[in-house]
């Protein structure tokens, strides 16, 4: 029998405002310390530069973190122009400048070509792994990796105004795996000069959005103060996309046990199984019928 996981079985989504400096793991870290929450895990990696939007996974919640990370994100960010960087963000040594700062116009004829289905390559300083490293770690060792460009999906890319001759500020929305610091760099080297990322706050995931998040601060306030809903929303949150399907006490009873269930009036395809407001399964429709396909113990 496997060792009982310590911690209160807490299940569900803690939308989190990820404070500057601090990596993913870290903050998952945080939230489970400050919840007690047996188990805990975050929907989508956001960079220790990056602020905002975090989706963090409690208990049985973990169980739909897959649909959180391919679900549409949007980021807002700062592009420092004539200034390339290791890193392709502040936190990088100055590798390559330029004197040239494009135009309003040039910029907006440009955005087009970064939208659709582009080719893209990572960033050198990434998670992504080659050869069973990450390249990050190749990169830090002076080993610097071949990144091989990728299909990434980019709907929206906006200008929202230069403050300074050095700088502009964008709001990208995209698919997953899209790097904004590639896109920084990319759409720098278009316009002929070299840039990097100043900033960037990461403004939604899916359904959850920066209005929705809390403060790790906020969090310890009200996390023995307050009703749950206050602060913890429901495992169902990561779900939004997906069609719910309600079942009877019964139904419920026969998914659960791993038994299929007709449901002659579904569409196929995936959907949420539900009982008495509560999921009881992430499940697949075909012929007629529902079989598990995750089960939630809730």
């Not at 100043?198 to 103060?225: F, N, P, Q, W, Y």
Request: hydrophobic share 40%; net charge neutral; glycine share 10%.
């Amino acid at each position: 029998m496997g060792r009982k996981r310590k911690g209160k079985p807490i299940n569900g989504w803690v939308i989190l405002d990820k404070p500057l400096g601090r990596s993913s793991a870290w903050a998952v870290g945080q939230v489970r310390h400050i919840t007690g929450a047996a188990k805990a895990g975050h929907g989508g990696t956001l960079d220790p530069l990056a602020t905002g939007v975090l989706p963090i996974a409690l208990g049985e919640a973990t169980k739909t973190v897959s649909y959180i990370q391919d679900g549409t994100k949007i980021y807002g960010f700062v592009l420092r122009w004539g200034q390339a960087t290791e890193t392709d963000d502040s936190e990088g040594a100055v590798v390559e400048t330029s004197d040239h700062r494009p135009t309003e116009a040039e910029i907006l004829a440009a955005l087009s070509a970064f939208t659709g289905e582009i080719a893209q390559a990572p960033p050198a300083y990434s998670a992504i792994k080659i050869d069973g490293k990450r390249a990050y770690a190749l990169a830090r060792d002076g080993k610097a990796p071949e990144m091989v460009p990728r299909i990434v999906r980019v709907d929206r890319f906006d200008w929202r105004g230069s403050p300074t001759a050095d700088t502009s500020e964008f709001v990208v929305e995209c698919g997953k795996g899209t790097y904004i610091r590639s896109l920084a760099r990319d759409l720098a080297r278009a316009l002929g000069t070299v840039g990097h990322v100043a900033s960037m706050r990461r403004l939604a995931v899916g359904t959850m959005t920066e209005k929705d998040a809390i403060s790790l601060e906020r969090l310890g306030e009200v996390v023995h103060s307050a009703a749950p809903d206050g602060y913890l929303h429901p495992v169902e949150t990561a779900l939004a996309d997906i069609p719910a399907l309600d079942l009877t006490g019964p139904q419920a009873q026969r998914l659960r046990a791993g038994q299929v269930v007709q449901a002659p009036n579904a569409n196929p395809g995936a959907v949420c199984a539900m009982a008495d407001g509560l999921p009881v399964a992430l499940g697949h429709v075909e012929d007629g019928e529902v079989r598990a396909v995750r089960v939630f113990n809730l």
